[in-house]
């Protein structure tokens, strides 16, 4: 069992190092910024609850990651988000002026990240684990709790996906 100033000292070193990747990720999941300081905030709750439990199997970034895939994995089949996203979708075909002015808006928003956001969810997680947050390969298997050829299987199909998108023209890409 950690002393309460140890586990406090732990706590506050995971979100110095770890809070702003953790935003990230949460916010690839569930795209409202809002729910993702919400979702953020609970889990250090839980690692903070959990710190006497941890074995150091993994290292504490990893076992961060783990918690907050779990915790967006939880709240998107959660009643409260498949209400929000149909009222969502409602309030935006009610607000809409034309396809066109949809279609010109939405050439201007699209980048590099907007394309990997596009990606399902099983491809756009190792993306972005693997780029933009640089776990290795076996750290995201553990953090999704797949096997690594599993993780490298879904890069590749990411990539390809990516690829393709840009190619057909359904994505603006500049140099």
Same mark, same amino acid.
């Given at each position: ?90 309030? %935006?075909? &009610?607000?809409?002026?034309?396809? $066109? !002015?949809?279609? =010109? ?5 699209? /980048? +590099?990240?907007?394309?990997? %956001?596009? &990606?399902?969810?099983?491809?756009? $997680? !190792?993306?972005? =684990? ?5 776990? /290795? +390969? ?5 953090? &999704? ?5 599993? !993780? ?24």
């Amino acid at each position: 069992m950690l002393p309460q100033n140890e586990k406090d000292s732990l706590l506050q070193a995971a979100m110095d190092q770890h809070g702003d990747y953790i935003k990230r990720l949460i916010y690839t999941y569930v795209k409202d910024l809002p729910k993702t300081e919400d979702l953020a905030q609970e889990v250090f709750i839980k690692f903070y609850k959990s710190l006497d439990a941890f074995e150091g199997r993994s290292s504490i970034k990893t076992y961060l990651y783990r918690i907050a895939v779990n915790e967006c994995q939880n709240y998107l089949k959660s009643w409260h988000y498949k209400k929000f996203e149909v009222t969502e979708k409602v309030k %935006n075909w &009610l607000k809409r002026d034309s396809f $066109e !002015v949809d279609f =010109l808006q939405q050439e201007q928003n699209q /980048s +590099i990240g907007a394309l990997v %956001n596009s &990606l399902p969810i099983k491809y756009r $997680e !190792v993306i972005w =684990l693997y780029y933009y947050v640089e776990l /290795s +390969i076996a750290d995201i298997a553990e953090v &999704l709790k797949c096997s690594p050829n599993t !993780v490298k299987t879904r890069l590749a199909r990411g990539r390809k996906l990516a690829k393709i998108t840009i190619e057909e023209g359904d994505f603006d890409y500049e140099y």
